[in-house]
């Protein structure tokens, strides 16, 4: 399975941007020497959700599956439209048919290709 991620950008709680209100000004800091009101939140916690988990494995699996028959799924983003391309390919890069990414869930879950 092939699969093209952009440059990810991680930053801390702390130096993401200031809230804004709903006229789009800043809200408030606090006061110098004071603490602020809301605590720090991680902003990747230790360890994923048993649910995310669970979908990670179902998907790892079925990718197994798919290259067992020779077949991968293959991501790409059409330039001029911006939508997600999904093909179905041979392990050789051979396209066999686009799927459409309403169905992609369904297929990574067990569904027929």
Do not use: N
């Amino acid at each position: 399975m092939t699969f093209e991620i952009g440059q990810l950008t991680l930053q801390s709680a702390s130096a993401a941007p200031a809230a804004r209100g709903t006229a789009g000004t800043p809200e408030p800091r606090a006061a110098a020497g004071r603490a602020p009101a809301v605590g720090t939140v991680d902003v990747i916690p230790a360890s994923p959700p048993p649910e995310v988990l669970a979908a990670v494995d179902a998907a790892w699996e079925r990718a197994a599956q798919l290259a067992a028959a020779d077949r991968e799924l293959h991501f790409r983003r059409d330039e001029q439209s911006g939508r997600t391309i999904i093909e179905v390919r041979t392990l050789d890069g051979e396209a066999l048919r686009t799927i459409p990414p309403s169905r992609l869930l369904d297929v990574m879950t067990g569904g027929e290709l």
